[in-house]
């Protein structure tokens, strides 16, 4: 299915409040657009699935919008992001879209493009302070988490239950997953342990293996992305751990494929493809000012176990799903 531009629709933006329009909002660098082609740069956060089906998108979508498109990938690292932003602003680009490695990075980030007369637009997370920013696709990653914590709760029954975390690499995302999941998690669901995955399956499958030792009652585990949840499922099933319940993030087509057999009990769904295609659409239509958009636009997200798998949007453009 390609990605053409889709009809805009009307998103509350939650994570940050009411939504701030175009018009007459914010501080952000005025456009630098009247006419001609758009060059922009795209600085990716890392190497999973979820990290190339995003890149994916954006490429796609720059294609339709026949926009000139810079790449480049900061690999979890703060010191490499802030790096890419420099070859971005050395390359002139009109605007970066930035899948950001941690929180704490963005302020020098935005700083640097800032000062270069270069909007930012960031895709997943966005910090308090919009107002330096050109906008943003938001995904409410502690509600992603907090949607999964729910599934434990209902599924737990009020009964005592161990639960232990698989996190990502700690910054935004992975920070924000887990405390959605923990803090909405019910008094009577006890986490034994929170270890970081870091976006890797082999990580994730050792540190599961060390948590079902340490903890051989376990009945739940959080696991902050599907691919780590594979290797989780690979550790806990060596270990006789087979009725360990999986409850995770994505909604890829192999993530769906584990809820329909049992491996996984419950997923959120993260589109990567709609977030990449609205961060590119976004970003080209707030630089041409010619329509009235939405400067933070909350994508949609939904708890998926095996009753309501159809549901689930495509995650990823079919050539990368």
């Not at 932003?85 to 490695?101: G, N, R, S």
């Not at 935005?110 to 330096?132: E, G, N, Q």
Request: glycine letters at 6%.
């Amino acid at each position: 299915m390609p990605l053409s531009p889709r009809p805009r629709r009307a998103l509350a933006a939650s994570a940050v409040g009411t939504a701030l329009v175009l018009s007459g909002c914010g501080t952000q660098p005025q456009s630098r657009i009247n006419s001609g082609p758009i060059t922009i740069g795209f600085v990716n956060g890392a190497d999973t699935a979820f990290h190339a089906c995003l890149r994916a998108a954006i490429e796609e979508e720059a294609t339709a919008q026949r926009v000139v498109l810079h790449t480049a990938n900061s690999r979890q690292n703060p010191a490499t992001e802030l790096s890419n932003i420099e070859d971005m602003i050395a390359k002139d680009v009109d605007a970066v879209i930035v899948q950001t490695v941690n929180v704490n990075a963005l302020k020098d980030d935005i700083a640097k493009a800032r000062s270069a007369k270069i909007p930012i637009f960031l895709t997943s997370f966005v910090p308090d302070d919009t107002s330096d920013l050109l906008g943003a696709v938001v995904v409410d990653l502690k509600k992603v988490g907090s949607l999964d914590a729910d599934w434990v709760a209902r599924d737990a029954a009020g009964k005592q239950v161990e639960v232990g975390v698989i996190a990502g690499a700690p910054g935004a995302a992975s920070d924000l997953l887990t405390s959605g999941f923990t803090e909405q998690l019910p008094a009577n669901a006890k986490v034994m342990a929170n270890e970081p995955g870091m976006f890797n399956p082999v990580k994730a499958q050792a540190v599961a293996a060390d948590m079902i030792e340490a903890h051989p009652n376990l009945r739940y585990a959080f696991v902050a992305n599907e691919e780590m949840a594979f290797g989780a499922r690979k550790a806990f099933d060596a270990a006789g751990a087979e009725d360990v319940r999986i409850a995770t993030v994505n909604g890829t087509d192999e993530g769906l494929a584990a809820l329909k057999d049992g491996r996984f009990s419950a997923t959120v769904t993260n589109s990567a493809m709609k977030i990449g295609e609205l961060a590119l659409e976004n970003t080209v239509d707030l630089l041409r000012e010619y329509k009235q958009v939405e400067k933070i636009t909350d994508l949609p997200i939904r708890l998926i176990t095996k009753d309501n798998t159809d549901l689930a949007p495509m995650y990823c453009a079919p050539e990368n799903g």
